[in-house]
Nanobody
Framework: EVQLVESGGGLVQPGGSLRLSCAAS????????MSWVRQAPGKGLEWVSY????????SYADSVKGRFTISRDNAKNTLYLRMNSLKHEDTAVYYC????????????????????WGQGTQVTVSS
């Protein structure tokens, strides 16, 4: 059974930091490009970041560039998102997703565009 299980979300003050994790199982994690996609309350899905399966090349949405860092540990089948300098507008449910597409310009927001999609973890930025 394929699973993507996100963790690490929670309540944090503006300016604070969090690290999200996504544990993958049931597929060859190292062969898939991995992404983070988020959904703020009352809004649509927003692509956040991507990391290539092999090269480790990354890409970011302009809204998080310079503040968020995506990484992966293929030995542990785990994807990460380090989030610094958090803002109120970063409040959202964060989903990890896996795709066979190996392209840093691949930035879909629809779950159907990915091979695998997690259940999400809530991040709330509030004072």
């Amino acid at each position: 059974e394929v699973q993507l299980v996100e963790s690490g979300g929670g309540l944090v003050q503006p300016g604070g930091s969090l690290r999200l994790s996504c544990a993958a199982s049931g597929f060859t994690f190292s062969s898939y490009g991995m992404s983070w996609v988020r959904q703020a309350p009352g809004k649509g899905l927003e692509w956040v970041s991507y990391i290539h399966s092999g090269s480790g090349s990354t890409s970011y949405a302009d809204s998080v560039k310079g503040r968020f860092t995506i990484s992966r540990d293929n030995a542990k089948n785990t994807l990460y998102l380090r989030m610094n300098s958090l803002k109120h507008e970063d409040t959202a449910v964060y989903y990890c997703a896996g795709s066979a597409m190996s392209d840093t310009n691949y930035r879909p927001i629809s779950p159907g565009a990915y091979n695998y999609w997690g259940q999400g973890t809530q991040v709330t930025v509030s004072s």
